[in-house]
């Protein structure tokens, strides 16, 4: 509830306060036993999750080195693995590039991948074609062609990354 909205009762949750300031986070009380890959708050129907809601906590975290080729290391947030998802998603995360490091140029065939951009600057790379992009900007690469990213600023640069699978 925020600025005077009336919540709007969903079946078979809880709503409690998470934080200090109020704000409210629903929990779906499940009474069907989940798999031990659903860590989180989930609905399922027919043993495949229809909704859930991960806290940043319960993401599975990595650091690449010199990933794709490029300088440094990344650091990949999995919001949401390939197995749980319906949709034919390969990845969905988080991606954080620190400054002096990059992702390699690489080519995405029978698939295609976003970059949408959180904060920082960086340096893309699309199929050639290089361009200064920031917060809000997003980058679509796909069928074929080639695209790298390389951190242009001091600050972390930080992008959602999604790569969709086209069979």
Same mark, same amino acid.
């Given at each position: ?19 200090? !300031? ?13 798999? !031990? ?31 794709? %080729? ?6 990949? =947030?999995?919001?949401?693995?390939? !197995? ?41 790379? %699309?199929?050639? =074609? ?6 809000? %900007?997003?980058?679509? =690469? ?26």
């Amino acid at each position: 509830k925020s600025g005077g909205e009336t919540p709007v009762p969903i079946p078979n949750t809880e709503v409690k306060p998470s934080s200090a !300031d109020g704000t409210a986070l629903a929990t779906v009380r499940e009474s069907r036993p989940l798999p !031990d890959a659903f860590l989180c708050t989930s609905h399922r129907r027919k043993g495949v999750a229809e909704f859930m809601i991960r806290e940043a906590k319960e993401m599975a975290r990595e650091i690449r080195e010199r990933m794709r %080729d490029g300088k440094g290391s990344v650091e990949i =947030t999995h919001i949401f693995k390939q !197995d749980e998802l319906r949709g034919k998603a390969r990845l969905v995360a988080r991606v954080t590039i620190p400054p002096g490091a990059s992702i390699g140029f690489h080519e995405h065939n029978e698939e295609e991948e976003i970059y949408y951009i959180i904060s920082g600057k960086g340096l893309a790379n %699309d199929n050639g =074609t290089t361009k200064l992009v920031g917060p809000g %900007d997003a980058i679509l =690469t796909g069928g074929g062609a080639g695209h790298a990213i390389e951190n242009a600023g001091d600050e972390p640069l930080e992008m959602v990354a999604v790569i969709l699978l086209f069979a």
